[in-house]
């Protein structure tokens, strides 16, 4: 059985920044993909980040492009979200997403591309 936690979610002013950790346990293989996906009251479920374990590629949802960062530590089936210069409009509940196996990550930002999901850790962002 393979768990997900989230970590590092708060409440910050405009313009802070939050760095959301996620760590994956209980399984011995290890992901092929890590991703961060985020869901506001009322709103479909969007893919903010992701990225490949092997290679290190990368996309972005476009709203936060320039401003998110995802990166991971492949030995520790971890992954990171470092969000700067955040605005109101990022506030949401944040879900860890990873995909343990050899196929099922593309499109890489696509919930059903993975197979395993965090709780979730509110980030919150209002002056």
């Known amino acids: 059985q393979v768990q997900l936690m989230e970590s590092g979610g708060g409440s910050v002013q405009p313009g802070g920044s939050l760095r959301l950790s996620c760590a994956a346990s209980g399984s011995s293989s290890s992901t092929k993909c890590m991703g961060w996906f985020r869901q506001a009251p009322g709103k479909e479920r969007e893919g903010v980040a992701g990225?490949?374990?092997?290679?290190?590629?990368?996309d972005y949802a476009s709203s936060v492009k320039g401003r998110f960062t995802i990166s991971r530590d492949n030995a520790k089936n971890t992954v990171y979200l470092q969000m700067n210069s955040l605005k109101p409009e990022d506030t949401a509940m944040y879900y860890c997403?990873?995909?343990?196996?050899?196929?099922?990550?593309?499109?890489?930002?696509?919930?059903?591309?993975?197979?395993?999901w965090g709780q979730g850790t509110q980030v919150t962002v209002s002056s």
């Open positions: 997403a990873a995909r343990f196996g050899s196929a099922g990550c593309y499109p890489l930002r696509h919930p059903n591309s993975y197979n395993s």
């Open positions: 990225i490949f374990t092997a290679g290190g590629t990368t």
